[in-house]
């Protein structure tokens, strides 16, 4: 049934993430149906031979695998659980990909009704931003069955650049979830040390330079640091997005009674951003927020 | 009076950090007089031809550049203003630089000090660990004029692989203290997130395998990140050592009227690691003390 050079695949989700990766697929020779929420944002690739479907279950009626990319936990659940969904018409052997990130504990759910008519639920979240989107170097997080894994391994290729199972279903959610906590405390830490620095009348560049290669070096730093500096908070990854995960981390976090003091602060402080504005600015803009406040 | 290939040097403090950089030093060819302490330290750079010295003003007394590397504030204060101290027999133009972490307001004194009889005083505290120090390859961030900068550039290359110029008096030691603020938060990043990891029932491993080449990246992930998953507390960098520089950092934090939550936190959590009796193993015993406590 699966044949690597022209799978029937599907592409739910055609936003800033998905609309380079079904993009991908389509140029590696397979056959795509995609359905979005607003079609314009399809003319691109429907121009590039993707098939366009008026619902998710129409869009899977014939596809060996679904990927799927929006936003959130409720969003996934319309699209797989909803009516027109794509559960409503699943047969045995399908595949679902799903790339969002959402609750571990709704994809284990999503996964145990597909289960129920012989299908396959993979969660499959993405590191790597627009920008690995479209270079295709995303870091692909991969909850679920193993050979499923393996069996869509090919078509992550496409899209991303390293590529980890990371075990039952749930645990890509979970993954990226870590992922999350360690971005967001180190770019405070970021925020904290540049708020030190500057108050110290120290070069901000220089200070970055003189550290940055070292034990106190991170992608953060390095990547988001001179932004701060300069003031510059264009997304990049958005606050809002950022906090959506955030939430998700926290919700994980009690569900598994932890305390994590770190990340319980740099949690509370993105709500604080989104309450002042800032929802649509990148997420270096925690910096405004963490200077303002080291200083009252 | 300064010849590049044989400078009059002498070298304070010979522990972990100072009698490997003063080994350098020494193979580059120059005239080294030492002095240490504990004698028994000097022992091998005695045999290799450096001069043992019974005080630090009689290590001085011919040198056109004095190196320190000792431990603390008082220790440097106690080799350059107590009773046969460097500043005691100074002669003009005598260089002194202190590769110490210290308080960046002592630090200015004491170049104060020694600006009144004629000399200069270079903060240049390094990063890079015993293992930097033995491979020649640490930053060394230098605060003081910048003219005997350039001066001793040459000597900080045979140790040194990362040199900058960090501006006036203090400015070495200040960036030194954004460097541990970097890398302590970062620490408490790696901290929470294997917590999370491990309570979540993922693979440790193969997630800093999933994330650490990313935004969620970071020297401290990769470097303890393995170590704090096998419980391996064994020193690199001591607890003991860190909580010095986050004092330091604490209390430069406050003269400048600055509240930096997390950073707060982090040098509350490794204040408790020496509490419970930690402060000889290395900084990624940190996991022992995050990991408890988020679960109580």
Redesign the interface.
Known sequence: MMNDQSRSLAFIGLGIMGAPMAGHLLAAGHHLTIYNRTRAKADDLISRGAKWCSSPVEAARDADVVFICVSDTPDVQKVVMGDGGVLSGARPGLIVVDHSTIS?SATREMATALAAKGGFFLDAPV???DL?ARNATL?I?VGGDEKQFEAVRPLLQCMGK?L????PSG?GQ??K???????T??N???C??????M?????PQ??I???G?????????T?LGPKMIAGDFKPGFMIKLQRKDLRL?ME??RE????????D??HRLFEEAGQEGRDNEGTQALFAIVEK????
Do not use: H
């Not at 980890?164 to 075990?167: D, E, H, N, P, S």
């Not at 979830?177 to 971005?183: P, R």
């Not at 108050?199 to 070069?203: N, P, T, V």
């Not at 406040?293 to 009252?296: E, L, V």
């Open positions: 571990p590191s790597g931003g690995g870091s997080m390293t980890t199972y990371c075990g645990n979970l993954t979830l870590v992922n999350q906590i360690l971005v405390i180190n405070l830490a970021v904290e040390a540049l708020t030190f620095a108050s110290s009348g120290l070069d220089k200070t330079a003189a550290v290669g070292g034990a106190a070096g991170s992608w953060q730093l990547n981390a994980a976090a598994r009674g932890l305390d994590l003091a770190a990340f602060l740099v406040s080291a200083k009252q």
